[in-house]
């Protein structure tokens, strides 16, 4: 899981893994290739200035070294892409998001019902296929707009395998309780490109000695959407739009 020093962010990630995984859009378990599989996400736990979820991770070929992307398209959700299907994840007690991708884009509904913890989270993930390097690139593009209820914020993870537990295809032990670097960003109303760059991916707890995050190593991305939590919490609702992903 990866974590990142906000106003008390904290999350789970969802349980997918690769991006053969099933074809429901909810959390899900997928398999790598036929010498590993990934496994079930693991939880993590808040920090005192809270903390990102953890991911599933995509199956990483039984040890051999991540494949680098042919081309810089994650996916566009119509023809091309390297991810598989989207998986859901939640905080105790709060509600899913619901995701679709038949108009050509993924939508994701919010309505997370009211946190009873305190730092509450729910959010979308997309499983790598396999492993990928793409250390050759400096960031992620993506296409994004919506809104959320006042108060709700967004971030991103690129999740690598220094943040992830040995269950799931990482290199971290469950007592090592980790999580992914994460970067906030502010939702746009009306649909625009949000670039987050490697290096502004902060935070997270991998094993020891590991990077603030290895983009030779990827095998998740997701956005995490953190309602209010604390002594007022309040529920989140909304809807975001996300298109065409990209390295760059």
């Known amino acids: 899981m990866n974590a990142i020093k906000t106003r008390a962010v904290f999350g789970i990630v969802g349980l997918a893994v690769v991006g053969l995984v099933a074809s429901s859009l909810t959390t899900t378990a997928g398999c790598g290739d036929s010498s590993e599989t990934g496994g079930a996400g693991s939880t993590g736990n808040a920090g005192s200035t809270g903390n990102a979820g953890s991911t599933g991770?995509?199956?990483?070929?039984?040890?051999?070294?991540?494949?680098?992307?042919?081309?810089?398209?994650?996916?566009?959700?119509?023809?091309?892409?390297t991810v598989g299907t989207p998986y859901t994840f939640q905080d105790t007690?709060?509600?899913?998001?619901?995701?679709?991708?038949?108009?050509g884009a993924l939508v994701i509904t919010v309505d997370s019902g009211v946190p009873t913890t305190m730092y509450p989270y729910l959010g979308v993930g997309l499983p790598f296929n396999a492993c990928v390097n793409a250390s050759s690139y400096t960031g992620v593009k993506f296409n994004i707009g919506g809104t959320l209820t006042a108060g709700c914020t967004i971030q991103f993870s690129l999740v690598d395998k220094n943040h992830s537990t040995v269950a799931n295809n990482g290199t971290c032990e469950t007592a090592e309780n980790c999580y992914p670097a994460a970067k906030v960003f502010t939702l746009p109303a009306t649909a625009m490109d949000v670039t987050v760059l490697f290096s502004e991916q902060t935070g997270g707890v991998g094993h020891a000695g590991a990077l603030v995050f290895d983009p030779s190593v990827i095998l998740n991305a997701h956005w995490q959407i953190s309602p209010v939590g604390g002594a007022a919490p309040a529920a989140c609702t909304g809807t975001v739009i996300i298109d065409n992903i990209t390295f760059m």
Request: proline letters at 6%.
């Open 57 to 81: 991770n995509a199956g990483t070929g039984g040890g051999s070294a991540c494949a680098t992307p042919v081309g810089a398209v994650i996916t566009d959700f119509a023809a091309s892409g």
């Open 93 to 103: 007690s709060l509600t899913a998001p619901t995701v679709s991708t038949s108009s």
